[in-house]
């Protein structure tokens, strides 16, 4: 008599599982209508105070519930049946591995291997639906606590860069692929200067520290140093007119963008030629920055390298370079002659010029994609944000690994941190903005809904500590700048 083959005999088995498997469906599906019916009608044998249509849809309801937990039971079943198939053919196999019976003992250990990673999986899973709704809860609660105050309105294309002025009058900047830099009232939103120097994009502005003087770098492969004179009367605190109360998100369409054209900012006064113009770079000039006591500037380019620059002179002072491509982003030290520039090539640098003899370099290496910023805090850390979804806090004095690693579900921009409170806001690709502390905790995320927020990617923020109304600033490719007061005692108290 043939004796039938392992293959043979397995595939006839699984036949005779899935066709079990039909046949209970099918009983199930056949008894559904009759079950249905024999609950409608003790229900309605029943005395409730119930309307008939509510009982009706109760009674549906719980025939959903009823079928798929029958579902569940079945696919349960077969999944024990698979085990049990599996266990005697780990039995069956372990009697011809080197002519030695598998004893119970390992069969148990392995057994109770299997189950910790259920047990594992199972683990994670709630990890994550539970953190969900934990995120539900706090995206409720950030918006008492991170209002939207004012929207700025008046460029023609995205806007790259946003920052505050460090002297009186406290006024707001953006640079704009427009080939324009606005300078605008915090409290009112109006344009206040408009320069028009520049015949490339303008892909970052910075502001003097002690003089109306700001510096702004352009895709004309410059970039320029030009004065602005602005006189603000008293700021009067004003009314929040554009709050707007818990509403859900809504998805927005690009026509509903702002429109630029017919703006405020065509009849502010213009600023047309700088006052020196830095000249050395062979490729875009991506982001540039004053240097404390504001007589150098540094500026990074997609030539790979960055220049150090007298303010003075206009005259270059060191060519820094190192990196393997373009670079993204540069940023000074608040205290120090320390520069720090990220890189395409997943490294950001340390440029130390505290010592006129020496200037050092030190490399971090801790991303997987282009850092697209690296900022300053205070003390010794550095914060560097990528496009591979991570935010890293890093200590100067041991460049190996970073002290916190924040993960993120979209590509970081920009970042920039509240120096007192050693808040680090995040703007991303996907249009969100989210808040974080320097141990990599979430603070917040800032609402966004169909009538507040950014409506395209968020390219860059930056913070204003002492402002009475608006201390964080955000901006973004829907070519509108936004200010938002983030209540920071209520913020930290939450966390």
């Not at 009823?66 to 349960?76: A, G, Q, S, V």
């Not at 250990?109 to 683990?123: F, I, P, Y």
């Amino acid at each position: 008599m043939p004796i039938e083959s392992g293959s043979c005999a397995s595939a006839r088995q699984a036949k005779q599982k899935r066709k079990s498997h039909s046949l209970s469906i099918r009983r199930t599906n056949s008894s559904e209508q009759e079950r249905a019916g024999l609950q409608r009608d003790m229900l309605e044998g029943q005395d409730s105070k119930l309307p008939s249509a509510v009982r009706s849809t109760l009674l549906e309801l719980f025939g959903q519930i009823e079928r798929e937990f029958e579902n569940l039971y079945i696919e349960n079943l077969e999944l024990r049946r698979e085990i049990d198939t599996l266990n005697e053919r780990l039995a069956g196999e372990g009697q011809t591995i080197d002519g030695a019976e598998l004893s119970k003992g390992q069969l148990k250990t392995k057994a109770s291997h299997s189950t910790s990673q259920l047990s594992q999986k199972l683990k994670t899973t709630y990890k994550a639906s539970t953190s969900k709704i934990v995120s539900s809860f706090k995206t409720t609660t950030s918006r008492a606590i991170c209002q939207l105050v004012k929207e700025y309105v008046g460029h023609r294309d995205g806007i790259w860069d946003v920052s505050v002025a460090k002297t009186q009058p406290v006024v707001l900047g953006t640079a704009s692929a427009d080939h324009t830099a606005l300078l605008w009232s915090i409290e009112t939103g109006k344009c206040l200067v408009k320069y028009v120097g520049h015949v490339g994009s303008v892909n970052s502005i910075k502001f003097h520290p002690t003089e109306q003087v700001a510096l702004t770098a352009s895709g004309d492969q410059t970039a320029h140093i030009w004065r602005y004179i602005i006189q603000l009367p008293t700021p009067q605190p004003t009314a929040d007119c554009n709050q707007v109360s818990g509403e859900d998100e809504v998805e927005i369409s690009d026509k509903d963008e702002p429109d630029g054209d017919g703006d405020g900012s065509s009849d502010c006064p213009t600023v047309r030629a700088p006052l020196s113009s830095l000249k050395s770079h062979q490729g875009v000039v991506i982001a540039a920055d004053w240097l404390v006591g504001g007589k150098q500037a540094v500026t990074a380019s997609w030539d790979r390298t960055a220049n150090l620059y007298d303010v003075e002179t206009s005259e270059l002072v060191h060519s820094l370079t190192g990196h393997d491509q373009e670079l993204t982003h540069c940023c000074t030290h608040p205290t120090q002659r320390l520069v720090v520039t990220s890189s395409r090539d997943t490294t950001f640098r340390l440029w130390d010029f505290r010592d006129p003899s020496i200037h050092s370099v030190n490399v971090f290496q801790g991303h997987t994609d282009t850092v697209t910023s690296a900022v300053f805090t205070v003390g010794d850390n550095v914060v560097s944000g990528s496009d591979d979804r991570t935010v890293k806090v890093w200590d100067l004095k041991n460049m190996r690994s970073p002290i916190a690693t924040i993960r993120t579900d979209s590509a970081v921009n920009r970042i920039s941190v509240c120096v007192g409170q050693r808040i680090i806001a995040l703007p991303h690709d996907n249009r969100q903005v989210r808040l974080f502390d320097m141990s990599g905790v979430r603070l917040a995320r800032l609402p966004r809904s169909n009538r507040q927020g950014h409506r395209r990617m968020v390219c860059c923020s930056a913070w204003c500590e002492d402002h009475p109304i608006c201390n964080l600033f955000t901006c973004g490719f829907d070519r509108q700048a936004i200010g938002w007061n983030i209540n920071i005692p209520a913020l930290l108290q939450e966390k």
